[in-house]
C-alpha cells in the first residue's frame, strides 16, 4: 500500500474522514491534500466554518509530519497553532500544502 493510501485510510472513521478530506499528494517534505465543499462544513451563516479550514490545514500539517517522523519515532501532537481568516468560500473546494 502507498503512503498516499495509508494516509487516506488513516482518516477513515476520525475527523478528517467525516469531514471528507482527502490527500492528494505525499513526498518529503509536502502533502497536498484537498476538501469538496458541502452544505454540512458551513457556518450557520451560510459562510465557510472556520473549525472547517482549521481541520483541513491541522491534517495536511499532521499528515505532513507523520511522513517525516524521524526514525524510532511513532507519534506526535499539535501543540500550537494560529489562524488568520481574510475571506471564505461557500462552494467548490478548498485545497492545502503543507510543507
Not at 34 to 54: F, S
Not at 59 to 86: D, H, Q, R
Amino acid at each position: 500500500m502507498s503512503i498516499l493510501d495509508e494516509l487516506n485510510e488513516r482518516g477513515l472513521g476520525t475527523l478528517p474522514g467525516l469531514i471528507g478530506l482527502t490527500i492528494l499528494e505525499a513526498e518529503e517534505g509536502r502533502i497536498s491534500s484537498r476538501l469538496d465543499l458541502r452544505e454540512e462544513l458551513m457556518a450557520p451563516n451560510g459562510y465557510l466554518h472556520a473549525a472547517t479550514v482549521v481541520a483541513l490545514a491541522d491534517t495536511s500539517c499532521g499528515y505532513g509530519t507523520i511522513v517525516n517522523l524521524p526514525e524510532g519515532a511513532e507519534s506526535f501532537t499539535t501543540i500550537e497553532l494560529k489562524s488568520n481568516f481574510v475571506g471564505t468560500k461557500r462552494d467548490g473546494a478548498i485545497g492545502c500544502i503543507a510543507k
